[in-house]
């Protein structure tokens, strides 16, 4: 494997169930990101993560909890979502999260989420 | 605080020419620039990037930026179009207001025509 991957690649759950999202990044790289991209709105930043530590949430609600057991691997763990939070989740990666490395991401190809 | 602006949704060109997608951005400070690309199914490839120096930077790609203080601009050209360039494209802003990240823009849908 190499660069950034993401699974599931589709994911359809209920309102009332609990699923999580993985992420794996083979760069060696030290931050992590995690991304909303919904239809006809911006690219969002929801978490960074820099040598495993929490750097930033970006005002995300708490149905959303984010985890970073080490540099490589990030996880999004989702209950009771909303119809609304369907979208596609995009992970980063960057060197770091400091200066100008922080800016040169690898994204991987994404979670299309719906919420049903 | 900043913005990226990118006017243009959706663009269509037909294969061989030439082409030109803009950005224009707002922040304060001395910007950090780049573009990024989406093809379907995928996660966002960094085609080039500005942080200081020559206001002309090359991509990958074949593509090419410009730097334009005076505009507040980073208009993204390519000079013949192939048809494997369709896909989206996003102009973002780095900054460190809070922690160094990236405020994109909403994007523009190319299309190429055979």
């Known amino acids: 494997e190499t660069g950034v991957t993401q699974t599931p690649r589709h994911l359809v759950m209920g309102m009332t169930n609990k699923k999580s999202l993985k992420c794996e990044q083979h760069l060696g790289h030290n931050a992590m990101y995690w991304y909303k991209q919904s239809a006809k709105k911006p690219l969002e930043l929801m978490f960074v993560?820099?040598?495993?530590?929490?750097?930033e949430n970006n005002s995300v609600p708490s149905r959303f909890s984010p985890e970073c057991p080490n540099s490589s691997h990030l996880f999004l763990h989702l209950h009771t979502l909303q119809p609304e939070d369907s979208a596609l989740y995009l992970c980063?990666?960057?060197?770091?999260?400091?200066?100008?490395?922080?800016?040169?991401?690898?994204f991987g190809p994404g979670t299309r989420l719906t919420v049903t | 605080a900043q913005s990226v602006t990118q006017p243009d949704i959706h663009i269509t060109v037909s294969e061989g020419a030439s082409l030109e997608l803009r950005c224009n951005y707002s922040?304060?400070?001395?910007?950090?620039l780049f573009w990024y690309v989406q093809s379907p199914g995928q996660g966002l490839q960094l085609l080039l990037k500005y942080f200081s120096g020559d206001t002309l930077v090359q991509g990958i790609k074949g593509f090419e930026a410009e730097f334009k203080r005076s505009q507040a601009s980073f208009n993204l050209r390519k000079p013949s179009v192939h048809w494997s360039d369709a896909a989206e494209y996003f102009c973002a802003v780095g900054h460190n207001n809070a922690g160094n990240m990236l405020t994109f823009g909403g994007g523009t849908r190319l299309m190429v025509k055979p």
């Open positions: 922040y304060g400070a001395t910007p950090y």
């Open positions: 993560y820099n040598f495993k530590e929490q750097t």
């Open positions: 980063a990666s960057s060197q770091d999260s400091l200066g100008t490395r922080a800016y040169e991401q690898y």
